[in-house]
């Protein structure tokens, strides 16, 4: 991110204000043609990535579909001068690959502190799907006429067909439950590479936090994972 961030500041920097004002450039820049037009975006991106710290043996994969409509012409501010965009995702198929059911021990506050027992853990795939409503996207303005960076926050809502992540194997609304609802905020950067006018392909790399905000008995969470989107965009 440091690189990308340094990289994007330094060509921002260099770009002198009448490129961003004329439209002499457009017919072999196309990152200018939809800087300039403000342009829809839209296309269907693949996304894969690794649980980190105590959920590093947690896989992700999903497919899913991206829109997104730059909101604002060019605004100068200094190494970062670019341009606003508000996007959502939605991914009709969402999986976390977890290790198999297995024993594990358990905490749980007692009169004498903290005590635990061994119990059974929950595991396997976890199949769902995933809304992201709310993308706030910064594009960053450099002389490439084929290279967009960006930077990005947003939030998302993840539901799967079992209580994820795995916890305690216990009847629905007993203690040791979690949820089949979790919530995604994370934030990343990437950037589009422009193969043709109005079509890019796309690669995100995303920190992404799940948490159910403890709408089960337990929340366990996957406190961070990092997260690789690659997709095709169509510029409208």
């Known amino acids: 991110m440091l690189i990308l961030l340094a990289a994007t500041s330094l060509a921002g920097a260099e770009t002198p204000v009448s490129a961003t004002a004329g439209g002499a450039d457009d017919g072999n820049n196309p990152v200018a043609q939809v800087r300039r037009a403000k342009s829809w975006e839209l296309g269907p991106f693949l996304n894969g990535g690794t649980g980190l710290g105590n959920r590093s043996d947690f896989q992700f994969f999903s497919v899913g579909f991206q829109a997104g409509k730059v909101l604002t ?17 939605l991914m009709p198929l969402w999986q976390a690959y977890t290790p198999a059911p297995h024993e594990s021990t358990f905490l749980y506050p007692c009169p004498t502190g903290t005590c635990y027992f061994v119990g059974p853990d929950g595991g396997g795939t976890y199949t769902g799907a995933s809304l992201t409503p ?29 209580k994820f992540p795995p916890d305690l194997l216990v009847p629905h609304g007993t203690p040791g439950g979690t949820s089949v609802w ?18 890019s392909i796309d690669v995100g ?22 997260q690789v989107q690659v997709g095709y965009t169509f510029w409208k």
């Open 73 to 89: 012409p060019v605004l100068h501010a200094g190494i970062f001068t670019g341009q606003f965009e508000l996007g959502a995702n």
């Open 134 to 162: 709310v993308i706030f996207r910064w594009n960053f303005l450099t002389k490439s006429k084929r290279f967009q960076p960006w930077f990005q926050g947003a939030g998302g809502l993840i539901y799967t067909t079992h």
């Open 182 to 199: 979790n919530f995604s905020p994370q934030g990343g950067g990437g950037f589009h590479w422009f193969v043709a006018p109005k079509r």
């Open 205 to 226: 790399v995303n920190g992404v936090h799940i948490s159910s905000a403890s709408l089960g008995d337990r929340n366990p969470g996957v406190n961070a994972s990092i």
